[in-house]
């Protein structure tokens, strides 16, 4: 089997993170034994590094003082792992693991094999569940002008769950057959480490929101591809870190869509889209609390600003 390196950047979500932390060693005890488990903590007042060190001390913790964001937190220890080149590195694997998600049996293994069974198969994102065990979407396509439409305006009921959302069909993920998708969600992705060495580290500009989707994007633009591993199966408890902060998550979102959306859209979709975004935050704005308003304005500012 490749060499495993589990990563999990983890922010005041303690108890959710020991329930990650058992599911995942149940789960490597099967699948991956010698597999190397990193927490990166990001500065929790919850007692989360005093928690690992105590119940977990396989693990590797870091513990900054600061809030690092998503993808600085992963990329501490992904440029840590990859920084001497190795002959064995096209046998080496990163999965990076939200603290709020369980993992169940086998997932481990499904996600592994879905990346050795395809040589140009860079990531492979998991078959998401809610915690009462409904379907949660875990795949999407990379996101154009409908996504956000649906995201700032009212949309027919009907639609939301299409192909014009950016979903793919939930027929895909009733089989255990691997297919593939532009993009996983980041809670749980499973990534070859020849292909970040290809295109590089996740972009640190993104603090929160979108750091996977443009890793993703230039994944493919580099030749590589993404899949979904239904068989993969991982609960997940959605937004327990950002719920904290609703407003500044906000804010993070969509500031992130710009740089996300300037970056891999030509001039005529870009204009549109920061048009759209801009009709969109004023909408909001008319409902909206003084701290809200405050957000969309900044959101309106990004978006002019970023080209």
């Given at each position: ?29 099967h ?41 600085a ?18 046998d ?8 709020d ?70 027929r ?19 990534v ?31 030749g ?50 920061r ?7 004023e ?25």
């Open positions: 089997m490749p060499d495993l390196t589990v990563v999990i950047v983890s922010w005041n979500v303690r108890e959710l993170l020991a329930s990650c932390l058992r599911s995942l060693f149940r789960d490597l005890g699948s991956a034994p010698d597999a190397s488990v990193w927490v990166v903590d990001n500065a929790s007042t919850d007692g989360t590094p005093e928690m690992v060190a105590e119940s977990f001390p396989q693990v590797q913790l870091i513990v900054s003082e600061e809030n690092l964001g998503f993808a937190g992963n990329n501490r220890v992904l440029r840590e792992t990859l920084r001497d080149p190795a002959p064995s590195d096209g080496s694997i990163f999965w990076l693991l939200n603290p998600t369980e993992v169940k049996s086998g997932a481990t293994a499904a996600l592994m094999n879905a990346l050795e069974a395809r040589p140009r198969a860079a990531v492979a994102g998991a078959k998401l569940l809610y915690p009462d065990g409904s379907f949660q979407h875990g795949a999407f396509r990379f996101p154009g002008l409908m996504q956000l439409a649906f995201e700032l305006f009212p949309m027919p009921e009907q639609l939301y769950e299409t192909s014009l959302n950016g979903r793919y069909p939930r895909l993920y009733n089989d255990e057959i691997p297919f593939p998708i532009d993009h996983p969600l980041g809670a749980s992705m499973m070859r480490a020849e292909a970040i060495r290809d295109v590089g580290l996740m972009d640190e500009g993104f603090r929160m929101y979108c750091e996977e989707i443009d890793w993703c994007w230039r994944m493919e633009e580099a590589w591809r993404a899949y979904c591993a239904p068989a993969a199966r991982v609960i997940h408890h959605a937004g327990q870190s950002t719920s904290q902060v609703p407003v500044a998550s906000f804010r993070n979102l969509w500031t992130s869509r710009a740089r996300l959306y300037a970056r891999h859209h030509g001039p005529l979709t870009w204009h549109l889209a048009t759209m975004v801009r009709l969109g935050m909408r909001r704005m008319e409902s909206a609390s003084r701290e809200m308003v405050r957000a969309c304005g900044d959101v309106i500012h990004a978006w002019e600003n970023e080209r």
